[in-house]
DNA sequence: ACTCCATATGACCAGTTGGTCATATCATGT
DNA sequence: ACATGATATGACCAACTGGTCATATGGAGT
């Protein structure tokens, strides 16, 4: 457990805090690791670059700083999606799910963009581990709606569990991505699709994976 | 159509071409558009700055042209795979476009890497166009095989065509993903597996596409 | 031998980066 | 009023970037 913040900048007045938070994870959202100008950052939130250095070791704890931040975001979403749809059936909730990722994407682009630069810019500091996080959660949480959708029958018995959940994990990240990714989805054009169309399509994925393309 | 190439380039010794463009893969794929160094290129093909500049407008003309020929690559190796199953049933066909996927990324990692830096740095040159180009390739590949399942039988003929393909895009491309980006992938652990708990995992997941989650 | 033109070169330029540090400002206790 | 320690500042630095350009080299035609 290395130290990246600096007392003093738990010290600050919170809506500094707010103010140099909201402007790294903009600055990091909008163009990666490496390519975020401490420079940006600074004039963005109206600080001192020395200020800057006061608050972290570097510009890998301001990184790893703001990111702990955005996934304390997420998982408040997830714990309360899996709450209220306890008494759902598994794909209904499968649906929910999706719908409340894109509506957390609309409210909160900036950490959707944090996820997505992390995803695949190799200079990200400590990448594998970051990655491994997000992925686990998102697995987790898929295999967790499997058991008791299982346990309740709703589900066949002789499910292969794990190449089941990585279906389901392939499916939503790509959902996500589609619906925010410009050019990125040729096939169902979800970037431009209104809400009512969206869940058109997720009904017709869903009932995909319920029935397979060749059963009955 | 931009020309971004010069003729002194293609007028070059064949091997010098290679050389170069050897040399601007590896750079571009390992680091990106931006964070990419004209400097290293220049030093790893061993030729002079200013000669870059005799070859290429800029350094996105060089980007361009070594986009181009690894589109090039891919292109004949999905026509290949296409032909070579034809006889084959639908699952089967997408089995076998899988395994040549795997064996295509570990031939040619460099260009898979391409194609990673392009789906999330914002900052590469034409990145829309790019990226609707090669899921465009994807797509139509996909919608081919499904046709041909459909006309013999082998598919439910209620089948949304449509969510069918983006379900198997984002399946195969997370697959390959899955593969070959280390830390990705919590769930199979597909990096670290051997050759037959590869082809295991896909036929588990073949079988799940043919029958879905829920069914008989 | 001379000309001509394509090709090759690397020192050089302005701009930007992450990071430093001497100095200034502020708040508090006495 | 003074001292002390935390906080704030921005000029400055070395390193590196993409790109330029005056000059050198090479080879073909005469």
Chains 1, 2 share one sequence.
């Not at 510009?59 to 997420?74: C, E, N, P, R, T």
């Not at 992390?118 to 709606?145: C, G, K, M, T, W």
């Not at 431009?192 to 399509?201: S, V």
């Amino acid at each position: 457990m290395n130290e990246t913040v600096r007392p003093t900048f738990l010290n600050l007045p919170e809506d500094k805090q707010a103010r140099i938070i909201e402007a790294a994870l903009t600055e990091f959202a909008d163009k990666g690791y490496q390519q975020a100008s401490l420079n940006t950052i600074v004039a963005a939130s109206g600080i001192a670059k020395g200020s800057l250095y006061q608050y972290f070791t570097d510009k890998s704890g301001i990184f790893l700083y703001v990111f702990d931040f955005a996934i304390a975001v997420v998982r408040r979403l997830l714990v309360q999606v899996k709450d209220s749809t306890q008494e759902e059936d598994f794909f209904t909730r499968l649906e929910r799910s999706l719908l409340a990722g894109l509506d957390f994407i609309r409210q909160y682009p900036k950490i959707y963009g944090i996820y997505l630069k992390i995803l695949f810019d190799q200079q990200v500091p400590q990448r594998q581990e970051l990655l491994q996080r997000v992925r686990q959660y998102a697995a987790n949480y898929l295999h967790s709606l499997l058991r008791q959708g299982l346990a309740r029958g709703e589900l066949r018995p002789d499910l292969p569990a794990a190449s089941a959940v990585f279906l389901l994990d392939a499916l939503l990240d790509r959902f996500l991505q589609a619906a925010s990714v410009p050019a990125f989805d040729v096939v169902l054009d979800l970037e431009q699709a209104n809400p009512e169309a969206l869940r058109q399509r997720v009904q017709e994925l869903m009932d995909i994976l319920r029935r397979g393309l060749a059963g009955n």
